[in-house]
Structure formats: C-alpha cells, structure tokens
C-alpha cells in the first residue's frame, strides 16, 4: 500500500547547522510528495511540493529533491535558525487519486541557540 | 493568510455529550477532509468529501459523521464523545495542496 516512514522523530540542533530530515516513500502509482511545517499551536502549511524526478525544490531556505530511484524526497537546510523550530511532516500523494494525502509520523524539530 | 475557517477554536465536554464542529474554506475547492491529530501528533484522515461522494476512512467510530451543505462547508459531528476522543481536529481544503485551518481543539472529561 502506499505509505511514507520518517525516521527520525525528535531533531535537536544548534543554531546555524546544517539538517537533513529524512522522508521515505512506497507507492505503486507516480508520486507527488510534500513537505508540512507546523509551528505550535498551528495548522500544517505547505512547505515544499514535487513530482518531478531529481529536480530539486526549494522554499524558505529549505529545499528537497525527489529521487525515485530511492523513494526519497529528503528536506534540508544548510542553516538552521531559532524560527524553524517545528514539527515538520512528509506526505504522500499517489497520482492515481490526488485527493488522498498519506501523511508521515512527523519530525520535530528543534533548534536551540 | 487564513482561507480554512473553523469554529470553534477550543470545546470542553463531558463524556456521552454530542459536539459539532464547523468548517468553511473560500478557496473554491472541490474537496474537503476531517484529520484528528492525537497527543503524539500523528494526523490521521478521517473523511474526504469530493462532489458529494464521502470517502470513510474504515477505522473511524461509527459515532463520527460528517455533514456538509454545499462544497464550501463540511462540518464534524460527534454523537456521544468518549475520553479517546479529545485531540485536536483539523479541516483541509484541496484541488491537489491541502490546506489546513486552524484546528479545533476537543478535550472530554
């Protein structure tokens, strides 16, 4: 079935570093992917979006490239700040229905000063 | 910029009450969704609603239904609420980008 696996659940780092959270996918179908930002005490917004192989993708500072070779579409920054602090989700929408999103469990992440 | 409206922000009830929980979007979308998202933060998907068809997601009570006017509303009914209930309930709007309101968040006693 289709499904996405973030593996890292909880993300601390110091201002200024360089992150990687890692998103993994499975789906028979072509996929879209996405990456979700949500700050405390908010609602999900769109971070990053693709559909398009080995293209990378970037917005806010953070980018990501989906390969489909690895069903991957990994999210990074090379410097982090006070302000990205929070819980960041990978999604999954399989071109066959593009009405369904599968979400990932999410990585919260943390940057301290 | 909000385009996901929903009412109300917080509800507190006891247990065995019935709640309803209101969701608008003017974004002109075809499509709408019920995500609860738990204590963990896992959001689940509960319901889409696309041109009148409703997409159940099988593992929702049967105490949960959606209700919806016309494609801009899909409100959330919850018919006797139980502990396991309280979270925080997220309306997304779609034509392919979810976007998500606020969220309302429930807590049972």
């Known amino acids: 079935g289709d499904s996405v696996t973030q593996t890292e659940g909880l993300v601390t780092l110091t201002k200024g570093l360089p992150v990687m959270l890692n998103c993994t996918y499975q789906t028979t179908y072509s996929p879209f992917l996405f990456w979700y930002v949500q700050h405390l005490n908010e609602a999900p917004k769109l971070l990053l979006k693709?559909?398009?192989?080995?293209k990378r993708t970037e917005h806010q500072g953070f980018y990501a490239t989906l390969h489909k070779s690895s069903s991957s579409f990994h999210l990074q920054k090379s410097s982090v700040q006070l302000s990205d602090s929070a819980l960041y989700f990978c999604a999954l929408s399989p071109m066959s229905n593009y009405n369904v999103l599968y979400f990932g469990s999410g990585t919260k992440l943390t940057v301290e000063p | 910029e909000t385009a996901v409206f929903q009412t109300p922000n917080y509800h507190v009830t006891q247990v065995g009450n019935e709640v309803s929980f209101n969701c608008k979007q003017t974004?002109?979308?075809?499509?709408m969704y019920w995500y609860k998202q738990d204590s963990k933060k896992l959001l689940k998907i509960m319901f889409s609603?696309?041109?009148?068809?409703?997409?159940v997601n099988e593992t929702v009570p049967r105490r949960f239904s959606p209700q919806s006017s016309d494609k801009a509303h899909l409100n959330l009914r919850i018919k006797s609420v139980e502990p396991e209930d309280s979270a925080v309930y997220l309306c997304?709007?779609?034509?392919?980008?979810?976007?998500f309101g606020p969220g309302t968040r429930l807590t049972v006693l």
């Open positions: 609603y696309n041109n009148k068809q409703l997409i």
């Open positions: 693709s559909s398009t192989d080995n």
């Open positions: 997304a709007s779609s034509n392919y980008e979810q976007y």
């Open positions: 974004l002109g979308h075809d499509t």
